[in-house]
């Protein structure tokens, strides 16, 4: 089945240490994206990548990072400079260029860091 | 900037009746898209429907409908014959900027769904 995994679904982690968060996506999707969920807040772009090896920063991007080395995979990394990274965390994935206006996600991940 | 705004924290229906979740969208794109996503208990992000900005036509999906009015900049939803399953969170969403096709969330609208 096609699709987008992102594992674990809970993760919890001590303060002062990173953490990466899994997505992977077996629908050949140029595009791949990184949403943080906050209650009351909707969602938030953090990172987004178009093509493999080449990424950008969202709007809230500090005090993360990620890797796109893989056209199926695009982890995300919450370090220890994030200062309020317990949070919810949704990965999308899409075509790139003008058809890719429907963005697919994946399960999520909630992180609780305390 | 592009924004977007729904003004309804939380809405209840009874069953099989029609419920409206109201958005309003800010965007100097001429070209673009709008999207509601439905988010149930499980959290996970459903596409309900979508709006080419171009299309004068609302776009319909089988119970779900929308009322799209571009000079307002207005994208509701309507709901017909609410069921117990439609019980979520919805997003209303607008996709421009054909560089990143960044997505642009609301703030959501709890939909209850009563018996």
């Known amino acids: 089945d096609g699709g987008i995994t992102q594992s674990p679904k809970y993760l919890f982690r001590k303060e002062g240490q990173n953490v990466t968060l899994s997505c992977e996506q077996n629908?050949?999707?140029?595009?791949m994206y990184w949403y943080r969920q906050d209650p009351g807040q909707g969602l938030r772009l953090i990172y987004y990548?178009?093509?493999?090896?080449?990424?950008q920063k969202g709007d809230i991007a500090e005090g993360y990072s990620v890797s796109r080395e893989k056209k199926e995979s695009f982890p995300l990394t919450v370090t220890s400079a994030q200062k309020n990274p317990t949070a919810f965390y949704l990965c999308?994935?899409?075509?790139?260029?003008?058809?890719?206006?429907?963005?697919?996600f994946g399960p999520g991940t909630r992180l609780t860091v305390t | 900037a592009q924004t977007v705004t729904q003004s309804q924290p939380e809405m209840s229906v009874q069953e099989a009746e029609t419920v409206t979740l109201s958005c309003t969208y800010d965007?100097?794109?001429?070209?673009?898209?709008l999207f509601w996503y439905k988010q149930p208990p499980s959290r996970q992000m459903i596409l309900v429907i979508r709006?080419?900005?171009?299309?004068?036509q609302n776009a319909t999906e089988n119970r779900f409908s929308v009322n799209f009015q571009k000079a307002a900049k207005s994208f509701s939803l309507k709901i017909s014959d609410s069921q117990l399953g439609d019980a979520a969170m919805y997003f209303c969403?607008?996709?421009?900027?054909?560089?990143?096709?960044?997505?642009?969330f609301g703030t959501g609208t709890l939909l209850a769904v009563q018996p």
């Open positions: 969403a607008s996709l421009g900027d054909g560089a990143t096709n960044k997505l642009i």
């Open positions: 990548s178009q093509i493999v090896n080449d990424f």
């Open positions: 965007t100097s794109e001429s070209d673009y898209y």
């Open positions: 999308a994935s899409g075509k790139s260029g003008t058809a890719s206006y429907e963005q697919y």
């Open positions: 709006q080419e900005a171009y299309k004068q």
């Open positions: 629908l050949n999707h140029d595009a």
